[in-house]
């Protein structure tokens, strides 16, 4: 077996079932899960019937490299949504099986494997983090490099503070933006900043930006790294790329539908990798895609749906928690007293609310874990139960 396969560690989910083992909640209290970042706001009816209408695309065998029809939906989306001055739907688009695999499969493609004296290449990531990363590093023979984004810093990493000699070894940074768990966007300079390190050392920048559709304020999306490169007018987007799904934006985790675009010489390359990975999109869901990406209507009603249970529960637990409201996402990252998983524990068996116990979305480094007493609250249930959710975890804080 592969050796590196012995250095993944268990899921967040997997140790938060260990931790709520044995543990019984009220018998009086509905269960209320706000662990999982599982959209559950309506799918959009459009692509349901865009699903529906081509399931005879089933019959086909379908191209690696998706439809013209969708890669067309995904650029054009992409220029409107970051303002670019153009992207290529055929060489720098590249239609996916959802982020979660194509973030994995990316490092796979992108990292060479080269022991040197200075040790394995490394792969940048923020800490706490989408675990998938790490998971992509270790496989691809690498070593994961946490950066801490606390509280004192806005929840970013201090890229200033990164020694010469690790850029020098790194060979991908992957970047999430807005945050998961912490909401926060990275400014337009820092992306700046970071496509300069590229050039400068020949890394490749990934961008996560699976949650860049919800935000708060309708007129201040958060930037992306290809409108950085924009702006900096490198329309070529050498040594970028960003990830972006349905998932979140359109409430459609299950269709498993998302791209990949930028450079179009890194992208050639993950594409010859997907052809032998084997993650084409079936036809139909390519069909609802395409009705996905063109519509907009949707996706406004469902930041107004997050912008609602975000207030309702900030009105409830602001006053009696540390918490602030996020850039953008849909989770909350609040400090709870003492230890995170006693108090995760407390709250299940007390209230019957699960959350994340913040240890799990992060490793411990020398200045500590940076999710250590805190946990990740998923705004992703219905207002009411969000908002009876932020009751009970007020009645647990005795607040």
Known sequence: MNPDLDRLQPYPFEKLARLKSGLHAPHGLAHIPLYIGEPQHPAPQLALDALVANLGALSNYPLTRGTPALRAAIADWAVRRYRLAGLDADRQVLPVAGTREALFAFAQAVVARSDTAAGRPLVLMPNPFYQIYEGAALLAGAEPYFLNTPAGT?????????????????????????GNPTGAVTPAATLAKLIDKADEFGFVIAADECYSEIYFDEAAPPVGLLEACARLGRHDYRRCVVFNSLSKRSNLPGLRSGFVAGDADVLAAFLQYRTYHGCALPGSTQAASVAAWGDEAHVQANRALYRAKLDAVLDVLGPVLDVSRPEAGFFLWPRVPGDDERWAQQLFAGQHVTVLPGRYLARDTALGNPGAGRVRIALVAPLADCTEAAIRIRRCLGA
């Open 154 to 178: 806005g929840f970013l990493p201090d890229y200033d503070a990164v020694p010469e000699e690790v850029w020098a070894r790194c060979q991908l940074l992957y970047l999430c933006s807005p």
